[in-house]
Structure formats: C-alpha cells, structure tokens
C-alpha cells in the first residue's frame, strides 16, 4: 500500500486524531459534570489533569507502583483535591456574580501551576516504562498499544459514568440537582454533598486522563494542563454541555479536527482551529451537537 | 436636572484641576531627576494599565460582557503603531490614530458575531480570540514572528501618556453619563429587559465591545513605543487576565474603581519582584482570597465622587457614597 | 411534577415559615444568627486585611529604595537578569544556575580583585517588556556594574537600550539570534557581548555534517515556529542545504509546549525525507523523536545544541535516539579536564547533569569576571572595552576569544546519541 496516498495519510490521520480525542474526552466528560451542575467553568480541571499525572509519578517512581494501583491512587488524590478545591474556593462563591466565580476559577488554576512550579521546579519529569510500548503495523498505518488502551480506558469509564449516572440513586441526585438546585434541595437532597461527589468523579477523571498521558508522552510539566484543559471544555461544548456521551463525541471530534489541521494544513494553525470550531458551534448550535434546544425564560 | 449638571459639572472641573496639579508634580520630579528612571518606568506602565483597565471596564463592568482576552486588542494596537512609525516613518500621533481605529475595527469585527453568545460561552470565546490573534502575530514574518518587532524607537513619554489616560479616562466616564451608557447598563442589569423596553441590544454592545477595543488598541501602542519592542509574549494570556484582575478588584462598573485596581496592582507586582517565584503564587492567594471575601472590589460599582467626602465629613459616613452611584 | 410557579411559591412560604419561626429566638436559633453575624464580621475583616495587605506591599517596594552605591567597598554587583517564570522558566533557570556556579567559585578564590562578587537576580517572566522594567531596576535601584542575561534573544533585545543608554554592559550567555550583537546596518552593539554560537553559525555546520559526511540530500524540517533560534535554524540550514546541492523535500512546523505530534510528522513521513532536521529545545525535541519512531520514521534526525540535556535521553529513550546528531560546542566525553571539572562541580552543587545553558553561562560569567579584573574598575565603559579584547580565556567549553562582533570564536562539535549516550562524533569548522 502506497505510504503516501492521501488514503493512507487520511487513515494514519484518523488514528492520531482518535487517540488524541479519547485524550480530550476523559477531560470533557469531568468538565461537562462540573458545568452541568453548578454552571461553573473550572478553569482549574485541566492543573487537575496536571496533577493527577503528578500524583501518578511520584507514585510509580517513588513508591514503586505498578500501572492499576498507581492509577487508582492517583485518582482518589485528585477527587480529594477536587472536593477540597470547591469546598474553599467554589462554594462560598455559589451566590457571588459570575464573573466573580470565574476569576476564582482562574486564580485557583494559576495558583495550583505556580505552586507546582515552586514545588517541583518547571522542570519536564519523566514516567518510568510501564509497560513496553509495542506497535502495530495495519497494513502501513500505524498503531501502538498505549493508544488503544488510552481509547478503551476512555470508553470503559465512560460506560462507568454513564452507569453511575442514570442508575444509581447518587446519580439520580446529580441530574436533579443539576436540573433545579433548588426544587432539589426541596425534595430533601444535600446539594453540597452531591456538588463534592460531582467533583471528586470529574476530577478522578481528569487525573486517570493525566497518567495516562504522562505514560504515553512520557513527559509531564506543571504547565501541561492548560491547553488540553481550554481544549477539553471547547470539546464539552461542542458535544453538548451536560450530556455525558456529548463530552465523549466532542472529544474525539476536537482530537480529530486537530489531526486534520495538522495532518493537512498546518501545525501551527491546530489551536486556531479549535477555537475556531467553538465559535462556529456557539454561533450555530450553541447547546451543542446532542444538546436539545431550550427556550430562555425571562 | 440642573442641579445634577451641574454638580456633575462642577465635579468634572475639580477632577481636571487635580489631574494638571498631579502631572505638574509628577513632570517636575521627574524632570529634576528626584525620581529616578524605574520610577518613570512603573508610572508609565501604571498609566498604560489605567487605560486597558478602564477600557475593559467598559465590556466587562458597564455592559456586563464577560471579555477576557483584551490582551489581543492591545497586541493588535501595538504592532499597528509599530508598522507606521517604523516601516512607514510616519509620525507618533498618526501611529497612535491608526492603533486605536485599527484596533477598533478588529472589536467590531469580533463583536458582531460573538456578543450574540452570553456568560461564560463569551468568556471562553474571547479568550480563543485572544490567543488566536497572539498565534496569528506568532505567524506573520512581516512583524518580526517570533523574534518580536524589534527597533520601535521610545516615543513615548510621561506627557503624552498622561494626557492620553486622561482623555480616556474622561471619554469613558462621559459615555457612561450619557443615554447610550445608560443603555450599557441596562443590558448589564438585565438583557432581556431590555430589550423588551426597545433598546437595541446588539448595537450597544457592540459599541461598547468596539469602544473598548479601541483604546486598548491606543494602550497597546503606548506600550510598544516605550519597550522598544513589541513581542507576542507580551500579549499571553496572563496579560488579559491582569488587566481583568485589575476591574474586578477595583470593582466593576467603577471607573475610579478601575483607575485604583490598575495602580494597586501595578504597584505590588512590581514590590514582589523580588520574589520571583512566589510573586504569582502570592497574587493568585491573594486574588482568592478577595474574590471569596469582597467579590465586589474596593468600590463595588460606584464612583469616588464629592458626595462620598460630604457623607463622610457630614458624621454618617458609610464608605460607598449615596446618590452618585451609577 | 411541579410547575416552576408552584415551586416558587413553595420556597417563599418556606422562607417566611423560617423568618416567623426565628423571631422566637430559641437559643439554636440564637446560635445559628451569631454564627452568621460572626461569619460577616470575619469575612469584612479577611477583605480589609487583604486590602491592606496589597496596599502595604505597595510601599514596601517604594521602601527599598535604601541606598544601593555601586561600589559598598568591598562588593562588586552583577545582576542577573533571567527568565525565573513563564513560559521558558526551565530554560532561564538553568542558565542563572551556570552563573550561580562560577559566582560561588570565583568567590572562593577571592572575588576579583580582592572584591566579593555579589548576585543581584531579577525576573522577567520571560517577557520583553518586563526585561526592560527589570534592567532598569537593576540599573537604577541595585545599581549593578554589569549585567548577565537573558537567556532568549527576544528579551536580550528589549534590555539592549537601556544598557546601553546608561553603560552598562550586558553578557548574553545563551541567545543566539545574529542580530543581538549586531545592528541592521551591521554596527556593532557596544555593550552587548555573547557566549555561544549564533545561529548562522550553527546551521550552516549542520548542513555541512549532513551533505559531506552522511551523503543526505533530501531532508526535511520540523522546527518551532515560536521561537526564533529554531526559526533562525531552519532558515539557514534550509539555504545552505540547497546550496551544496541537497533539497529541503518538507517543512513543518510546532509550537513550543505542544505535546502530541504525531499528525505532523505524518504528513513528513510521506515526503520520504532521508533525513530529518528538528532545531529545537529538548522539551520538544525529545518528544518528537520518540513519537517519530513510533510513526515509522526510522531515517536520521539531525538537531542542534538546544537538544543539549539529560532530559533528552530520559524523555525519548535511548532506543529512539540512535541515528540522532546535534551540533554543540561542546562534549561531554571531552577528555579536557576543564569540562570535566565543570561537571563534576555542577553535579555536586545541583545534584544533576549540566545543560548546554549552564555551560555557556558559567563561560560568559568567567569572561565577566576576568573583564572586570582587567579592567580594574566598575566603570562599564572600561568593562566593556576589556570583555571586547579577551583573548584565549579558558573556560568550560575550551578558549574564550572575541571575535569583532563580539560573538565568540569557535569550532563546533557534531555529537551522536549511541543508546541515550552523547559521545563525539568528530570536529567540524565551516
């Protein structure tokens, strides 16, 4: 098969843009909950990305960890950072203006970089192998092993969400407060118990996504969060802010159009695309591609 | 009215006396060279804040859009300015004309399509914008790319960029004075309404999204003609964030506000130098904890006005003033 | 399922139910309003003691404005002026720590002249502008006699007026863009000094390696289109390639900080490069080997000295790194005691491998140092006259001597990764 044909590059493009996405949905589907429920953008959920990498490496380096454990334990740091995260900076913020709430946001995402920066120096650190990466050759497009798994880990806590959500009680409590704080709280639920158990699952999450990466580049920094983070949340939005398989689609889609833009056009140009995708899709479908049109009442 | 007017009038007088005592003070100091040259520095930079500040005010205090990339307009009126002065050897009064419009036309550009998104879908979408404009400047080899337009000489000076903050500063505090301010803040309290009681709503944010574009473009030139170079560094990001900390902390909506966040601001980045590593750590703590303690800023959304000083001399004195309030 | 208007009216029922109730003040209800009443007062005293806070810091500045002279007696002060934060905060680190090593030895030794040398450090967030705000304070406030820094060429720009307009000369250890220490008309910039190859110089030796003694003709590019050593690179390897008769068969480019490259190095994979060259620093080099590999790029990868790091091995693997080259001006398998000491005392101090910023650094410190003894003063005239005539200096990396533009002479090194190893290759002059 010709390595050079425009099938080819296509198919090998469609690869990378694939494992980039699943990437960027693990972020979005952390990021969708979160907005869904409280109507904050966490500017902060791409440093938990950053710091569940982190987590992971000291766990692996440091205590020796193997991959499932290490993983684990990165996870519960994160969704214990999450909920400690919105029970000082987001909660006594619930009321104030929007703006106010945003800047918290932000100013919680610049204090976890430059505390990161303090704390372990700008400096890239490097992940320990894992497990040997080997690669598949299809017939000349290539595939390697640590981007299937990142897709399947992706797919399976998905699933996992999507279960936790629409059939557990816990889950039940998320869509209602998520749908009308109030009423829910009427009807007896703890508000601020289902918002801490939202972050600790978006930010367990986004902390999985992070070892992953880290393992996969083989490089993490304290400042790797930011870009995928703006990116993720463009990928919530444009598969449907609140909706679970929207976040999913999303990212794969953001993945793809970045494989695309680089693939064909140029590199430079991958995060001007995805920006400008958000503004296409705010403009013509603002509630996203699965989102469903609701009228705003005065 | 009358009384108002001229109240209003007499206000404006006091405020443009202090601001020629302010400069003839800060012109002889630095003239007889009793404030050495990083004072001029700081100073000159805490007037160009003053003016991104204000500008952004503007979007974000009195029409309540949520504006964060205002770095880009700022970049855009930087490099314009460093085009005609030195690939054009035209002069600095035209350079700071082209900035500003050039910069203007870019905010209108941008507004038309995008003020149609709200809250944070605006927020996240001026940011893209901010940053698409850096990589497009990153891009052009015509301005130097990534090596930064280099070479713009220092035409900037205490003087002009005094008098310009001042121009500012007044034009804002007028426009928002007037009907088409007023109509600014209706939108900001609450669009719909508005909307419903026939303000066009497209129109006035554009207005404001294109008036504020505009002098953050003038800013920008300010800036490149005093730093000889213009870099996309200095356009990140972090810069439109700074500028946003500086509105909100002031408080949104308050021209003084936005006039006292710039200095405040300013002032400690420049006392934490010294403290590299943990200057940004102390200022997003700091930020924090006065987002989570005062979300509202020093002057919430009123303005430093005669009527606060007579509240306070008349024994009452409760900080935020009384009937001048929007 | 409850309309919204019922919902409303319920929740203000509530309220009123709870307003009613708390008029009866029973001593829970008491509780609970001092708690609240506690939490407002505690929250207005937090909001003015961090207004006061920011106020204060504000005149603490203003404060140290205590006399700074430029000769105390018996100190001779050097700023250090480096991107500490930002974005290139990794690589202004390393270059400051270059310096941080030769200050604490030439101090050991007894200073110069018999005066400790003393280290002012300022930040510029890797920012131009604040590289100017940050030379003028160290100029005017700390009143430094000499100044090291920055490490990127954009911020070295932004400082060259002020320096010069008041004298001071200025060492630039690691920024390698031509136009630094000489003007558009081709004059030289009097205060403004270099301790590393320029990046003409660099590019053209590569092209050279890989016409004359790999036999490559078709290569293609990937360079960082943020960052004007690489741009510069890929500018004139590009023409020197097409002059010795070789052709440039793809271009790309990346940004710094990205990550993932795989969709790029696609699309250079189907031009058929016999060779790829990736001018850059380690944090994206290193990962743009490995995932080159990992696409199915087996060809050589050529770079340049910025690929110069432990990290580079330990990020792409020593397995993806065979049949890699990088120009340098230096190896680390140089038998010259003098690098080996360098490494040696680096590793002590800072418990890790040198870079290539912190040897050109701790080489631009030691040239410094030996102007200023020359010198005799702190008049940065002088200063600057004697850096301009150093001769044959040793330092690190070899001999230290001028050339009229104030750039360095020297040769340069072609080194080869061999299993996540940097040994020598050959010497290569152009």
Known sequence: ?298 | MKSLRQSLHKQDLLGLGLMVILFAVFYFLFDEEILDDYWETNVILILINIIMAVSLNLINGLTGQFSIGHAGFMAVGAYTSAIITVKLGMDFPIALIVATVSAAFLGFLIGMPTLRLNGDYLAIATLGLGEIIRIAILNIDYVGGASGFMGIPRLTTFPIAFWIMVFVVYFIKNFKNSADGRACLAIRENEIAAETMGINTTKYKVMAFTIGAGFAGTAGALFSHYYYIAHPASFTFMRSFDVLTMVVLGGLGSISGSISGAVLLTAISAALADYPEWRMVIYSIVLIVLMLNRPQGIFGNKELSLKMFQSIKLGGGSRGGTAQSE | ?430
Not at chain 1, 4 to 10: K, L, V
Not at chain 3, 232 to 245: A, C, H, I, R
């Open chain 3, 1 to 430: 399922m409850l309309q919204k208007c019922e919902q409303v009216r319920i929740i203000s029922v509530a309220c009123k139910a709870d307003r009613l109730l708390s008029l009866h003040g029973s001593p829970a209800r008491n509780l609970k309003k001092a708690k609240v009443l506690l939490m407002k007062a505690w929250k207005k005293a937090v909001g003015a003691l961090a207004m006061t806070t920011l106020v204060a810091s504000m005149f603490t500045g203003c404060g140290k404005k205590d006399a700074a002279k430029k000769d105390s007696g018996n100190e001779i002060k050097i700023g250090a002026l480096f991107e500490l934060t930002g974005n290139v905060a990794n690589y202004g680190k390393s270059t400051y720590k270059g310096v941080q090593l030769a200050v604490e030895q030439i101090n050991a030794k007894g200073g110069i002249n018999g005066k400790k040398i003393k280290l002012v450090e300022a930040d510029n967030k890797s920012e131009p502008s604040e590289s100017g705000n940050a030379a003028t304070k160290l100029i005017t406030k700390d009143k430094v006699s000499v100044i090291i820094g920055p490490a990127t060429s954009g911020c070295v720009s932004a400082a060259t007026p002020v320096v010069t307009n008041s004298k001071v000369p200025l060492m630039a250890p690691v920024a390698t863009a031509p136009g630094i220490t000489v003007d558009e008309k081709g004059k030289v910039r009097p205060f403004i000094f270099r301790a590393c190859f320029t990046d003409p110089f660099q590019g053209k030796l590569m092209a050279k390696f890989a016409v004359e003694t790999l036999k490559l003709k078709n290569i293609a590019i990937f360079y960082d289109s943020s960052s004007d050593y690489s741009k510069g690179l890929m500018d004139v390897f590009g023409k020197t390639l097409e002059e010795k008769g070789g052709k440039v068969v793809g271009k790309e480019a990346f940004l710094a900080k990205d990550q993932d490259f795989k969709s790029a190095l696609t699309k250079l994979k189907a031009s058929n490069p016999e060779a790829l060259y990736v001018p850059g620093y380690y944090e994206e080099v290193s990962k743009i080997i490995k995932q080159a590999r990992e696409v199915g790029l087996t060809c050589p990868i050529l770079g340049s000295d910025g690929w110069d790091s432990p990290k580079l091995a330990q990020i792409a693997g020593g397995e993806a790194l065979n049949g890699t080259y990088f120009t340098s001006a230096y190896s680390a398998q140089d038998k010259d005691p003098h690098v080996q000491q360098f490494i040696k005392d680096y590793k002590a101090k800072f418990n890790e491998e040198p870079d290539t910023f912190a040897i050109h650094a701790y080489d631009g410190t030691l040239a410094v140092a030996e102007a200023i003894k020359q010198a005799g003063t702190t008049d940065g005239t002088k200063i600057a006259d004697a850096l301009s005539k150093i001769k044959d200096l040793q330092v690190a990396t070899g001999k230290y001597t001028l050339d009229k533009d104030h750039n360095p002479v020297s040769g340069g090194i072609i080194i080869e990764m061999k299993d996540g190893v940097q040994t020598f290759k050959q010497k290569i002059t152009l």
């Open chain 1, 1 to 298: 098969m010709d390595t050079g044909s425009f099938a080819h590059q296509f198919a090998q493009q469609i690869v990378n843009g694939v494992s980039l996405g699943s990437i960027y949905a693990l972020i979005a589907l952390g990021y969708t909950m979160i907005y869904g429920i409280i109507k904050l953008i966490n500017f902060a959920h791409g440093d938990i990305y950053m710091l569940g990498a982190y987590i992971g490496f000291v766990a692996i380096t440091k205590a020796g960890l193997p991959f499932l454990p290490a993983l684990i334990v990165s996870m519960i740091g994160a969704a214990l950072a999450g909920i400690i995260i919105e029970r000082i900076a987001y909660r006594p913020m619930r009321n104030a203006p929007r703006i106010a709430a945003l800047i918290t946001a932000i100013g919680v995402s610049f204090f976890l970089e430059n505390g990161m920066i303090l704390l372990v120096s700008p400096q890239p650190r490097t992940f320990p192998p894992v497990f040997a990466p080997t690669v598949y050759n299809i017939g000349g497009i290539v595939v390697n092993n640590q981007q299937i798994l990142i897709l399947v880990s992706a797919l399976l806590l998905m699933l996992a969400l999507t279960y936790i959500v629409n059939r557990t009680k816990a889950g039940k409590a998320m869509r209602a407060v998520s749908y009308d704080a109030d009423a829910a709280k009427l009807m007896g639920i703890d508000t601020d118990r289902v918002i801490s158990t939202t972050f600790a699952l978006g930010s367990a999450l986004a902390a999985a996504a992070g070892v992953l990466v880290g393992i996969y580049y083989n490089s993490i920094d304290p400042l790797m969060g930011m870009m995928p983070g703006i990116k993720a949340f463009i990928a919530a939005v444009v598969g449907g802010i609140g909706i679970l398989p929207g976040a999913m689609l999303g990212g794969i889609i953001m993945g793809l159009v970045e494989a695309m833009v680089s693939g064909f056009f140029s590199s430079t140009y991958r995060d001007a695309a995805a920006f400008a995708i958000l503004i296409l899709i705010l403009l013509y479908k603002p509630t996203g591609l699965l989102g469903k049109n609701v009228k705003e009442k005065v």
